[in-house]
């Protein structure tokens, strides 16, 4: 009937002041995880700098540090970074399925895995899964820290360097731009200025849209717009002294660079997921508006149809007094 | 010639301007650096870098990283860095204690490497406020 119709209108109403207003909240966290984009990027420029520097003087050397260590693979960790929250529309599905597709990938190739899970929403989802072995449950949180990332590294760290694991692979959402984002397979271990790791066998176990490391400056850049604003580096002075042995310097600053890795990872993974709710909530904001419009068509159609019966009712009842 | 340091950690900015002389803990021991230093890279351990600025110390806890110093630049890039009097000291007491605890459960080769890190994190940052000088 008509107070039927009325209430939902009136529900409908309600919940597009709800999307909305999650669509607003998103836009305005767009922009501070932006700014801590921007934030890491004096570090991580420097950073790069100095590895790309070193590594030129390495060159010719045979390092030898255990980050960049190639081990035949027989286990395999997946960092899975996932939102805290829902209501982003596929954004946390595509991401498991992503992790459930490289699973069945390993299964396939006899090597076994453990998951790293951050993030609530995968949390929920390994726990309601026992059968898969999951190595450490982490939270992700509303602005990724430099602490958040390295209590992932530190785990990533001691599995691979005590040989529990001998890859790393981190799984997240990579931000391309507002309305696209797509979620990525990125080795973080080992580091290895080339790339593909294959066994002794010749199996190579890389997955095949894997993104690789690479020591050189234009993966530093740490931009969720994907510009490239490269700041103007004065020219290093070449008769630079090691301190320590050069192998003693690549350790200290693999681990940074592993570090930054991470947070960069974590701050996409914030931004797609920010991104993805802004344009879930911007059409479901669009759709109660649609409803709402099409819902009063109706009500003031049935009014309307109410009220000539009821002229009509009393021009007959009139008449009949005639 | 001034001396100029920038910390940087992923996060922030943490230190961006002059210095008259810093002493950080690299991993071959203590190093002091002042005005027109010979041009040196140098890994950083957890440790404190303690600078000089109107003839006061200041103390800062690093977590680790690398340093660059040439043309009076000093550049430390670490993965944390905290200033001893931003550092609430029963929290950073609390920490020690719980790491130190931490060690002696540690079981197996992972959990002793991570527990052994976490205990020269905490110890680094109650040093940094209490710095023997």
Known sequence: GLRDLRDRIESVKNTQKITEAMKLVAAAKVRRAQEAVVGARPFSETLVEVLYNINEQLQTDDIDVPLTKVRPVKKVALVVVTGDRGLCGGFNNYLIKKAEARIRDLKALGIDYTIISVGKKGNSYFIRRPYIPVDKFLEGSNLPTAKDAQAIADDVFSLFVSEEVDKVELLYTKFVSLVKSEPVIHTLLPLSPKGEICDINGNCVDAANDEFFRLTTKEGKLTVERDIIRTKTTDFSPILQFEQDPVQILDALLPLYLNSQILRALQESLASELAARMSAMSSATDNATELKKNLSRVYNRQRQAKITGEILEIVAGADALV | ?133
């Open chain 2, 1 to 133: 010639m001034t001396l100029n340091l920038s910390v940087l950690t992923p996060n922030r900015i943490v230190w961006d301007s002059e210095v008259e002389e810093i002493v950080l803990s690299t991993n071959s021991g203590q190093i002091g650096i002042l005005p027109n230093h010979a041009p040196i890279a140098t890994a950083v351990d957890i440790g404190i870098l303690r600078i000089r600025l109107n003839d006061q110390w200041l103390t800062m806890a690093l977590m680790g990283g690398f340093a660059r110093i040439g043309n009076n630049e000093i550049t430390v890039l670490v993965n944390d860095a905290e200033k001893g009097s931003d550092i609430d000291p029963q929290e950073a007491q609390q920490t020690l204690e719980l790491a130190e605890a931490n060690v002696k459960k540690a079981e197996g080769r992972r959990q002793k490497i991570e527990a052994n890190l976490a205990l020269r994190r905490a110890r680094t940052r109650v040093e940094a406020i209490n710095p023997i000088s």
